[in-house]
């Protein structure tokens, strides 16, 4: 048993888009404390240190920034490629680390990433802020309580316009860089339906890359992927990048007693939900419980997820989602991968 902390100190690894909101939400946490940011950019630092009144150290090397002793856990908010190299370098070190996910661009140095975590017996959480959404949330607590039944299929959408002229092609949807938008993406996703399903027996999927931008990807932008779970559970998760559509989430679970469709949940304690004329008599969730991508709105939970994983260390609990839930998260989303560029039917790797 570890010593309980009372404030846990945090480094922070980039300070670009997704890193200032993480620099905030810790710095909103009064069991946390931001020690510490570490980017190549030492204006970005500066600037977020101003907009924020931080008084956190910042570093041009992340090396240096670990070997600090008085910090005990790191958040990992750089770009895809650099997550394995400063995973391990901070397990290395002994902190415990929040890695935004995806875990990494390719199955194996996400392997490594969860071995070396696990050997070096630190806290860990994955950046899949969508479990814990309100919506998410109260349609597993149906789960729990029974009254979904058995899961029966399952499906979720990532499709999300990110306009052709964004500089964000420049890595992202690149295989060195960025890696696959299955898993970027759709990860999220795979995540949600694991979260319901537990863990998939096979995977089968069509991918391609169809919509024009200023720089092209060369790994996918739409995909089809096809799960069939251990228990039997089919699956299904649609990722595209580009449409002219407003960002949607979608999640939908039919169970042997119900079904949760975004927000409208139907029960078969409902009496007459399937006759003509009572189609609209369900449970219906506040439509802003939705999926959105506002941040700082109920459904966006970058905040609580940072917050469970400072009261897992502070607490000294189990994680609630690890990068060991995390590598099975990748190792489907590499899987998918796999059975799209081989055409066949592909069982995901275990850890």
Avoid at 158 to 181: C, S
Avoid at 251 to 261: I, N, S
Avoid at 276 to 302: F, R
Avoid at 318 to 338: H, L, Q, R, W, Y
Wanted: proline residues 4%; glycine residues 8%; charged residues 25%.
């Amino acid at each position: 048993m570890t010593k309980k902390i009372e404030k846990i100190k945090i480094g922070l690894l980039g300070a670009g888009w997704i890193g200032q909101h993480h620099g905030n939400n810790i710095i909103k946490n009064q069991y946390a404390e931001l020690t510490a940011i570490a980017d190549t950019d030492k204006t970005k630092m500066q600037n977020f240190q101003k907009k924020t009144g931080s008084s956190a150290s910042i570093y041009e090397d992340y090396q240096v920034m670990l070997k600090r002793d008085d910090i005990d856990a790191v958040v990992i908010a750089t770009p895809n490629f650099l997550h394995s190299e400063q995973a391990i370098a901070s397990a290395d070190a002994g902190k415990h680390i929040y890695l935004e996910k995806p875990m990494a661009i390719n199955l194996e140095d996400s392997r490594k990433i969860a071995k070396k975590i696990q050997k070096a017996g630190v806290m860990s959480a994955m950046g899949y802020h969508r479990r814990f959404n309100p919506l998410v949330q109260y349609a597993k607590q149906l789960q729990d309580q029974g009254k979904l039944g058995e899961m029966v299929m399952v499906e979720s959408d990532y499709i999300h316009h990110i306009p052709a002229d964004w500089d964000i092609w420049e890595w992202a949807g690149q295989k060195n860089t960025g890696g696959h938008p299955i898993h970027g993406g759709g990860g999220h996703n795979i995540d949600l339906l694991r979260y319901f399903c537990g863990e998939v027996e096979e995977v089968s999927c069509y991918k391609d890359i169809r919509m024009p931008r200023k720089i092209q990807i060369d790994t996918e932008d739409i995909a089809i992927i096809n799960l069939l779970f251990k228990n039997k559970t089919v699956g299904r998760v649609a990722v595209f990048l580009g449409p002219i559509i407003p960002f949607t989430f979608t999640l939908r679970l039919f169970g042997t007693k119900g079904t949760v469709d975004n927000n409208r949940v139907w029960l078969d304690s409902i009496p007459l939900f399937y006759e003509p004329g009572h189609e609209d008599d369900c449970i219906l969730l506040p439509h802003s419980w939705i999926p959105d991508n506002v941040q700082g709105g109920v459904s966006e939970t970058w905040s609580k997820c940072m917050d469970t994983f400072i009261d897992d260390i502070r607490l000294d609990r189990k994680p609630f989602n690890d990068v060991i839930s995390g590598f099975n998260t990748a190792s489907i989303c590499s899987a998918a991968v796999e059975s799209a560029i081989e055409n066949k039917i592909v069982k995901p790797e275990s850890l």
